[in-house]
C-alpha cells in the first residue's frame, strides 16, 4: 500500500488541505463573491445528486446483502441530507437568517461518521456487535438523518451554531474519521486492484477536509466554495466508487453467509482478495450443489468451531477453511476432475497436488495465512495415510481436521444428482469407526 499512498492519496490529500488552509485561514478568507443565487442553485443541485447517489448505493447494500457498503451509504446519506438541508436555509431565498444553516453543514460530517460508527470500530467488541445489527443501524441513522433536518427547517433557531472549541474539535473528529474510512478503502484497492475502490478512498477523505473551512472561510468566500464543491465532489466520487466496485458482487454474500454471519465487515476485504474473487466467479458459473456444498461445509466447520471452543479468529479462519478447502481444484484439469471412470495413478497424483496448490494460491495474503494451512491440511489423516504430507495427529491443525470431517459428512448426507444422500445415522456410524484413522 506505500506506493498507492505516495502515488494517489498523499497527493490529493495534501494538496486539498492546502488549499482549503490558505483559502480559509490566509488573506482571501473574507473575501467574498456575492453570487447568493448562483451559491443556493449550486448546493441543491450538488447535495440533491449526492443523496441521489447515496440512497443509489444504499439500496445495492441491502438488496446484496454487502455490510459494509450498507453502513457506508448510509454514511453518504447522513452528509447528504444535512447538506442539502444547510442548502435549503441559506439566507435570502426560502429563509431569512438563521443558525440552522452552519448547524446542518457543521454537524453532517460528524452525524456521517457515527453512521458509520461500525466501521470505525471494527475489531473492537462495540463495532462488532454493531455489525453484527447492520441493517438496523444503517436503516437507524439514515432515517435519524431525515428527522434532523426536517427539525432544522421547521425551526431553523434550534440550536446555536457550534464556534470556538467546537469547531476545531469538529474539523478534528471530521478529519480523523474520513481519514480512517478513506484509508480502509485503499487498502481494498491495494487488495483487489479495483479502481472502484481507489476512487471511493478519495472520496471518503474529501468531506473531512471540506471541513477545514469551518477553520475561518468567510460564507461565499473562495474557501466556502471550494469546500461546497470538494464536499458534493467526494461524496459522489465515493458512491460512484462503492456501486462501481461491487455492483457485480452478486454471490458474495450467499457464499460468504457462514463468516458474515458473525464477521460482517470482512465481505469486502476477502471478496476482493483476488484469489477468493476469482473462486466466488468459478462458482457462479458452476451448479447450485457445488456452490450449495462450500457454503454448508463453511457453516457445519463454523459450527463445529464454536463448540471446540476455537477463538474468533481461528473460527474465522475455519469458516473460510471449509469455503476454500478445495480452491487447489482451479488449477486441476477438467478432464480430471470430471472423469466419470476411475482415476489413474497419474490422474490421482494431480488430484492429490490440490491442497498444495490451494495454500500457495492463498500464501500471498497474510490475512488468510490461517487459511492456508486449512486449506493444505483438509485430506491429511492422523493415521499418516492422507495427503499431501501424511501428517499424523497432532501435527494435523486442529482446523484442517474440523474442515476435513465436516467435508466428509457433507459429501455423504447430502443428495447428488447421481444419486441420495445417505442417512445420518450411516454417516455417524461411518465417522465413528473412522476415528482416529
Not at 439566507?91 to 453543514?105: E, K
Not at 493415521?383 to 504430507?389: A, K, Q, S
Amino acid at each position: 500500500m506505500p506506493l498507492f499512498l505516495l502515488r494517489w492519496w498523499v497527493p490529493f490529500v495534501a494538496s486539498t488541505a492546502a488549499a482549503l488552509a490558505v483559502l480559509s485561514l490566509g488573506p482571501a478568507r473574507d473575501a467574498v463573491w456575492q453570487q447568493s443565487t448562483l451559491a443556493f442553485v449550486s448546493v441543491l443541485v450538488l447535495t440533491s445528486a449526492c443523496a441521489v447517489g447515496a440512497a443509489a448505493v444504499l439500496v445495492l447494500g441491502f438488496v446484496r446483502q454487502l455490510p459494509e457498503v450498507a453502513l457506508l451509504a448510509g454514511s453518504l446519506w447522513t452528509v447528504s441530507v444535512l447538506t442539502l438541508v444547510h442548502g435549503l436555509l441559506l439566507p435570502g431565498h426560502l429563509y431569512g437568517p438563521n443558525s440552522g444553516t452552519s448547524v446542518a453543514v457543521k454537524i453532517a460530517v460528524p452525524a456521517a461518521l457515527l453512521a458509520g460508527l461500525p466501521l470505525l470500530l471494527d475489531g473492537n467488541p462495540v463495532g462488532r456487535w454493531l455489525a453484527l445489527r447492520w441493517r438496523a443501524w444503517a436503516a437507524a441513522w439514515s432515517a435519524l438523518a431525515v428527522a434532523a433536518g426536517v427539525a432544522l427547517l421547521f425551526s431553523p433557531d434550534l440550536v446555536p451554531v457550534p464556534s470556538g472549541g467546537w469547531t476545531v474539535a469538529i474539523v478534528a473528529v471530521s478529519l480523523t474519521g474520513t481519514g480512517v474510512l478513506s484509508l480502509r478503502h485503499l487498502r481494498l484497492f491495494a487488495l483487489g486492484r479495483r479502481a472502484g475502490s481507489l476512487l471511493a478512498s478519495l472520496g471518503f477523505a474529501a468531506p473531512g477536509l471540506a471541513t477545514i473551512a469551518f477553520l475561518g472561510a468567510a460564507p461565499l468566500s473562495a474557501g466556502w466554495w471550494l469546500a461546497h464543491l470538494i464536499d458534493a465532489v467526494g461524496v459522489l466520487f465515493a458512491a460512484g466508487g462503492l456501486a462501481w466496485a461491487h455492483w457485480r458482487d452478486r454471490s458474495l454474500a450467499f457464499i460468504l453467509q457462514p463468516v458474515l454471519t458473525r464477521d460482517p465487515l470482512k465481505a469486502l476485504e476477502l471478496g476482493l482478495t483476488p484469489v477468493v474473487h476469482d473462486f466466488i466467479a468459478t462458482l457462479e458459473r458452476k451448479d447450485r450443489v457445488t456452490r450449495e456444498h462450500v457454503v454448508r461445509v463453511a457453516e457445519l466447520a463454523m459450527r463445529a468451531g464454536e463448540r471446540a471452543g476455537l477463538d474468533p479468529v481461528s473460527l474465522r479462519a475455519v469458516g473460510l477453511g471449509g469455503m476454500l478447502h478445495d480452491i487447489g481444484k482451479l488449477l486441476t484439469p477438467n478432464e480430471i476432475l470430471t472423469k466419470p471412470g476411475a482415476l489413474t495413478p497419474h490422474d490421482r497424483t494431480v488430484i492429490e497436488r490440490h491442497p498444495d496448490e490451494g495454500a500457495a494460491m492463498l500464501a500471498p495474503y497474510p490475512h488468510l495465512s490461517e487459511v492456508a494451512a486449512i486449506v493444505r491440511s483438509h485430506h491429511e489423516r492422523p493415521d499418516g495415510r492422507g495427503y499431501p504430507h501424511r501428517l499424523q495427529g497432532t501435527h494435523i491443525p486442529l482446523t484442517a481436521s474440523i474442515v476435513s470431517v465436516v467435508d466428509a459428512w457433507d459429501a455423504m448426507t447430502s443428495d447428488r444428482p447421481y444419486r441420495q444422500g445417505m442417512p445420518i445415522d450411516r454417516a455417524e456410524e461411518i465417522l465413528r469407526d473412522g476415528s482416529g484413522t
